[in-house]
């Protein structure tokens, strides 16, 4: 595209906001349970809203409710993207984003192409027993990195999972995470874009979920959000660490 408009960091926070704005609107209006996580809860606990340098913004949901989210999330403004393929618009993964249709990401190594968003990501049942859980996300961490590797442009991604089709890996995704054996567990897990196996909490947390503000407005979160913040960033999570996805984005 001629005369590219890029986003300030400013800018895209506002679009964030409006975005989880709309999915806290929808989730309250058809019951479905969720929590701000990862650097957004932190900002909200740290800063009342974004850190001041970051670009995204993290949700959670539990397995079923994540199913329920991508099955009927609806809104005049914005695109859900959950195995997504058009010319568009393409994201494949095992979690959603919910996107602005009017931004666009820059040149980039994958095939995917959305603009600023929102990630959604689901909270899987795993074994109680620490070693079978270890390996448990290990398996489904390594097939999503197969379906991420199979959208990417460059020759060695290509060869690493050549031998299976994105919808195979797909297909394989949504059968691992859907196992029965572990449902009625206690204990979920941030597995799906995920880069560890810190991310283990006790899913009666959203039994009791709490407004917390951020920019502002009321969103969702744990109401404990001291154990969580402290498990995902240490400590000493409250000492700002500068770090930035610095993802640049144009207007249409």
Known sequence: MDNKTELTIKEKQEI???????????CRDNDIPYSLSSGTLLGAVRHGGFIPW??????????????????????????????????????????????????????SLTMTHYGVYVDIFPLDYVPDNEKERRKYMHKVMSIHNR???????????????????????????NETVHNPAYKGNRLVAHIVGSLNYRTVIDKN?????????FEGHRFLAFKDTHSYLEMVYGPDYMKPKKWSHNTKVYRK
């Open 54 to 107: 970051d670009d995204d913004a993290d949700m959670f949901m539990l397995r079923e409710d994540f199913d329920r989210f991508v099955k009927i999330y609806k809104s005049d403004k914005y695109h859900l993207l959950f195995n997504t393929r058009s010319d568009d618009e393409f994201f494949a993964s095992g979690y959603a984003k919910v996107n602005d249709p009017d931004t666009y990401i820059g040149e």
């Open 205 to 213: 947390r959203f039994d009791s979920l709490a407004d917390i503000t």
């Open 147 to 173: 379906i991420y590797h199979r959208q990417r442009k460059d020759l060695i991604s290509i060869i690493k999972s050549w031998r299976h089709s994105l919808d195979w890996w797909m297909n394989r995704m």
């Open 16 to 26: 964030i906001l409006g975005i989880m704005k709309d999915i806290d609107r929808f």
